[in-house]
């Protein structure tokens, strides 16, 4: 497991515990020493404090087989379409070791609300936002969006605290709607320019890459899309409205 070593960051935090650990159980056996895991769980302390790349990339990988049980069957297809998301954004390596623990657990039953609260419970908002997007990209995979998906994706935002704007604004970068660009900017097309400009320099700080630089280069590259979607939406608007 050399590559996704290096992918979960050298540690795992808040993961070891809960429903996440539960689920997560045989791999994080195989990873982490049994007496420091035993030890984390009795005491209930985290190793560091903050979302390590480990927290999320479990968490991700966790929310990820929610959303394709959604329809209640998982087919190859799909399983092929989240290999090569990992691959484009991780590397082969790491996309075939998060490939066997995903497979693994589509085999499990998923106590969703309690994995949601125990991400809401230890992880920084930015990482949340950014596991929201990442569920949209793979779902997009296909170029399609199954209704069940949306809706549980739409559910885990709710359950991660996620406020609605901010989930609008996330889905209308890969499931446009009417005025897609201003409601990616969270802002209604009646806005003034100065409401617009406040609004784009507002929503280019919430999504820039570095709020998310804490979970490493490998995540970043995702954040890097979010932040390109906030800017097209607002070349789009400039242009529309002539705002040099």
């Known amino acids: 497991m050399g590559s996704f070593a290096k992918w979960i960051g050298g540690g795992l935090g808040f993961v070891v515990g809960g429903p996440i650990g539960g689920l997560l159980g045989f791999?994080?056996?195989s990873v982490v020493d049994n007496s420091r895991t035993v030890a984390w769980q009795q005491s209930g302390q985290q190793v560091r404090q903050g979302t390590t790349p480990?927290?999320?990339g479990m968490s991700l990988l966790v929310l990820i087989a929610a959303v394709m049980k959604a329809d209640g069957r998982v087919v190859?297809?799909?399983l092929d379409y989240v290999k090569r998301f990992f691959v484009s954004q991780?590397?082969?390596?790491?996309a075939q070791e998060a490939l066997m623990l995903l497979r693994?657990?589509?085999k499990q039953e998923i106590p969703l609300r309690d994995v949601c609260s125990q991400i809401r419970k230890n992880m920084d908002y930015p990482s949340r936002l950014q596991l929201i997007h990442i569920l949209f990209n793979i779902s997009a995979a296909d170029s399609r969006f199954e209704p069940a998906e949306v809706r549980v994706i739409k559910a885990i935002s709710d359950m991660l605290g996620i406020s609605a704007t901010d989930y609008e604004s996330i889905q209308n970068m890969f499931v446009p709607s009417t005025d897609a660009a201003y409601r990616i900017l969270e802002v209604e097309r009646s806005a003034t320019e100065e409401e617009l400009k406040k609004?784009?320099?507002k929503m280019a700080l919430k999504y820039h890459p570095d709020k998310v630089g804490h979970l490493g280069e490998e995540?970043?590259?995702t954040a890097e899309e979010k932040f390109k979607s906030v800017n097209e939406a607002w070349e789009k608007i400039k242009k529309e409205r002539n705002i040099v």
Do not use: W
């Open 27 to 29: 791999f994080i056996g």
């Open 54 to 56: 480990g927290d999320f």
């Open 76 to 78: 190859k297809s799909e």
């Open 90 to 94: 991780f590397g082969p390596d790491t």
């Open 104 to 106: 693994d657990l589509l």
């Open 199 to 201: 609004a784009y320099r």
């Open 219 to 221: 995540f970043r590259k």
